[in-house]
């Protein structure tokens, strides 16, 4: 039983770890946010993993909203520009 504990967690901090860059989708909606002047430091990469690694089926589905949303509104200009 304790090996799928350890690959749920394994699997939601490389969720984290990859998704970083990315997090404007998976946290607060598909538009990017303005990023400090100083960049990422360390602290909120760490941060942004540690959270993916315990929530990180929540952020799958924020995620797949967030495509959704954006996949609509594609379709929508693709429309309006025809």
């Known amino acids: 039983m304790n090996i799928y504990i ?3 967690l394994l ?3 490389v969720f984290g770890l990859l998704t970083f ?3 404007h ?3 607060e909606g598909p538009q990017q946010i303005d990023t400090a002047e100083g960049g990422h430091s360390l602290a909120s ?3 942004w ?3 993916c690694t315990f929530l990180w089926p929540i952020m ?3 995620g797949l909203n967030s495509a959704r949303i954006m996949a609509k509104r594609k379709r929508q200009a693709m429309a309006s520009n025809r």
Do not use: E
């Open 45 to 47: 990469r760490v941060l």
């Open 6 to 8: 350890y690959l749920f």
């Open 21 to 23: 860059s990315y997090r």
């Open 11 to 13: 699997f939601g901090a």
């Open 49 to 51: 993993a540690m959270v």
């Open 60 to 62: 799958v589905l924020t």
């Open 25 to 27: 989708i998976f946290s």
